[in-house]
């Protein structure tokens, strides 16, 4: 119901950042604020002539935060409404956002159309949705699920509401791993080695939220991975690929919203993720996309049929948005490589770059698996030789050379990280084999100890599954640099190692790209 | 995952009113800040010793509102956490409330227990969760449903986690309409009737929120209402009843949080509202209540089976809850009384209570009937004759004499307020009989004409359902004290005037109380 205050107040810029969320501020003495019936947290509306916002309100007793005449708004908030300090605006009560009709609908358990995907995203995107009205959504599309078209107009909707990149080339590669595995950066090996081949891959990664370590986290031991886009787009026309943060741009920004709400409430549905994802990778400029499901008993999918399930949504969904999209089911039963945390992922990284004999296999194996089902998206390679052209390319040190000349382009980092200085060893309470690993207690473990802040920080497994241990033997070390982290760390391990030591080999995992 | 900030933070008490939410404050140059990684509106953990408390993190670019070495709190924070400013603080990531875990579970279409609905009102009412957490609580809840045993559970979690009050009496009536119905103030009328037998009724009303007058916006033209509990039982001992304004209480506070959320969201569920009701009467002390369902087709219960099955579920909650609690189920096809907002309430419920031959005499039979209902709790009235009693209550003076006592022991208003000054005639566009009168227009009227907060402003009807019009003839008059709210409510009521005018007279609304 619209009501109108009666008088303008002067607008304010008030420096607090409140993120993706819009927070206006008044003074409880506010004659509008009385006026109007207004209680704190209250969604209000704000505008001059023409333009208008939506904010939450937050009363002010403190006359040097704001006046009794003035309006106040957070940093984003200000900037979306464009006006400048001084000005006046006024206040009304916030009509609900039209779209969130469509959210009842859902609710309710209906099925959307793609114009109402489209409105809910425009709605989103220009921050009328409040977090609890996102959550709102967020909740009944997990709920009831989305359908595979469902999905498909979530996914044009988020594309449709942001910028989007055009590399001006047909086949610019890409590749995403859904997560969950510690140690799992073959997005540093397979980048070199495709871009060595003259493939573009402009690969943008995110830092850690969860994880003891990102690819981003890990690359800017190496090199700076902060780029603004006009020097990213010079550095991957110069060398064809990049190993950069990705989160500066305007892509897809309805995804960053609803991932602000998402990750805070732990939900992950497929629908929404497999939407996010593809959102992401059309905005960016993507043609052809690898992705990556690892599957295993503490992976993010348990169970085979719903690997495959996963699989044909994404086929569905990308097929539909004109990318090419390829998914690869892997071994998800434990962490890859030896490392976890920046510093010791960035050690197996560069052992495989450098062909170091002590090199983690699995990594290496894995790496170029990836990598060579990417090459085969060149016309010009013969199927399944993809993996014979990676292994060249790595093997003749080319792939080293690519490395080297990207990190140089990025901006080489100016010092280097030890690993971290209190060191715990983690050893057999008896013999047997390695019959199980817990990616999410390795996971854990590493967090605690400082990982990713702490770049020295992690966990450094000296016996991976299905290897013979004899008690005593190490099994894993952990690092920190700091005591308090440290100890936590320690006592999580000695709670629980999350290593199981069974009397008999494990049987093989079956079928799955090591 | 826990993490530990190395330093302590000095707390401040910053003036910012975020009602329900925790709010923290750091300076983006805060070491703790950038040492732990936090982003803006990520939850944080601020303790000292063995308190702690859960905030969102705004971040602050002004060192005048907060400096790199201090750690604000919002109003309601400052004092949840309960120390002193300038107390060193510790901050982390906080972990999500144990209870999620039941959200989660709940999103995934299971049933809940006891235990869990406790733990979840205990994390609510401590204000751990924030408005998104709460927000897919409720949908969850909504979507899927709640099991009656559910709704009991749930009741008895907001009972528990709240301050109970103890009239120290065997009998304590209470009454409660589920709303929707503009005009339908009896709780004016039903009260002196009830306290003028003898009986306690100590009631307490809401304001307004998004209808045009609620019981306290419209008592306050007469008396105070807002009351401190020590008032408030003196009054209601004297005089055996009260009209006052219940926003005070710390009675069951989970529900005022959860409808903190559930408003903006314009979520309605069943079966939280059932909670919702049940929880506040009880904890408000009452032992006998009388519930009033309006039915119609823009009421908010549109029909009969729908009424039932909601009858069915007070009944059951209540009665386990030991509440004695009786349902009458009412004709909501129609505005009560003739008129909507503060005054032209007040106007109704005088007539009535003065005998005035012009009272709306459907008000007056509602008030009669649902008094009746009440007195009938009383062991000492012989099924069926409470009507009667109620009849004889009010046409001997004694409900006017009783509701002047209680004014005047809730302290007499200083002013009386005239209609307003702006006045706009709707007319039949034809002859015929009222056919339908739409309650949510007429509340939108009388909303954007300035009720409730201009007093004056409001809706006021010549004409009710079934009667005759010619064309021409006043169907009923737009007060305003604002221009611009006049000109809202007059051009809603050109577009739609909310009344249908048919040829032939309506039939008859079947079986239900008037």
Redesign the interface.
């Known amino acids: 119901?619209?009501?109108?205050s009666?008088q303008t107040l002067k607008l304010r810029r008030?420096?607090?950042?409140?993120?993706?969320?819009n927070?206006a501020?008044m003074h409880?003495d506010c004659e509008a604020y009385r006026?109007?019936?207004f209680?704190?947290?209250?969604?209000i509306e704000i505008g001059a002539g023409r333009k208008r916002i939506l904010a939450v309100l937050?009363?002010?007793?403190?006359g040097?935060?704001i006046a009794p005449d003035e309006l106040g708004l957070?940093?984003q908030a200000f900037e979306q409404l464009g006006l400048k300090e001084g000005r006046a605006v006024r206040v009304a009560h916030a009509e609900?956002p039209a779209s969130?009709a469509a959210v009842?609908r859902k609710?309710a358990?209906e099925v959307l159309s793609d114009q109402e995907f489209l409105e809910l995203a425009r709605d989103i995107a220009d921050n009328r949705y409040?977090?609890?009205?996102?959550?709102?959504f967020?909740?009944?599309c997990?709920?009831?699920g989305l359908t595979r078209e469902e999905v498909l107009s979530l996914t044009h909707a988020m594309v449709a509401t942001g910028e989007r990149l055009d590399w001006g080339e047909p086949l610019v590669a890409d590749k995403h791993c859904i997560g969950g595995i510690p140690g799992n950066r073959t997005s540093m090996l397979l980048v070199p080695i495709v871009a060595a081949h003259g493939m573009l891959i402009p690969k943008t990664s995110s830092r850690a939220i969860?994880s003891p370590a990102g690819t981003a986290d890990t690359m800017e031991l190496l090199a700076e991975v902060d780029l603004n886009p006009a020097r990213l787009h010079r550095i991957v026309r110069q060398h064809r690929g990049c190993l950069a943060w990705g989160g500066t741009a305007r892509l897809a920004p309805v995804d960053d919203i609803l991932i602000?709400?998402e990750r805070?409430?732990?939900?992950d549905s497929p629908g929404q993720m497999v939407a996010s994802i593809l959102a992401k990778k059309v905005a960016a400029g993507s043609t052809h996309l690898l992705i990556d499901i690892p599957v295993g008993p503490t992976a993010k999918v348990r169970r085979m049929q719903d690997a495959v399930a996963l699989r044909k949504l994404f086929e569905y969904v990308g097929d539909r948005m004109g990318l090419h999209t390829e998914v690869i089911i892997t071994d998800g039963a434990q962490p890859v490589g030896r490392g976890i945390g920046p510093h010791f992922e960035l050690r197996d990284v560069m052992q495989v770059l450098e062909n170091d004999p002590a090199a983690p296999q699995d990594l290496r194996q894995k790496a170029l698996r990836l990598a060579g089902r990417i090459l085969e998206f060149d016309p010009d390679i013969r199927g399944g030789q993809g993996y014979a052209v990676a292994r060249d390319i790595l093997d003749s040190g080319r792939a080293l050379e690519k490395m080297k000349a990207i990190v140089s382009a990025q901006g080489a980092a100016s010092r280097s990280y030890p690993p971290g200085r209190l060191c715990k060893k983690v050893c057999a309470p008896r013999s047997g084999y390695v019959s199980a690993i817990d990616n999410l207690r390795m996971a854990?473990l590493a967090?605690?100890a400082g990982a990713p802040?702490d770049k020295g920080a992690g966990v450094d497994l000296n016996k991976k599954l299905g290897e013979r241990v004899s008690k005593g033997e190490l099994l894993y070390s952990i690092h920190a640099e700091?005591p308090?982290?440290f100890r936590?760390a320690v006592a999580l391990a000695e709670k629980d190692s999350g290593f199981w030591i069974g009397s008999d080999p494990p049987r093989q995992s079956n079928g799955l790209v090591v």
């Open positions: 119901m619209p009501s109108k009666r008030i420096a607090i950042d409140t993120f993706r969320e927070v501020y409880r006026a109007e019936g209680q704190a947290l209250a969604k937050n009363v002010v007793d403190n040097a935060i957070s940093e609900p969130l009842h609710i358990g409040s977090k609890m009205e996102m959550a709102a967020l909740v009944s997990s709920h009831s969860t602000s709400v805070p409430l732990s939900m854990h967090r605690l802040m700091f308090s982290d936590f």
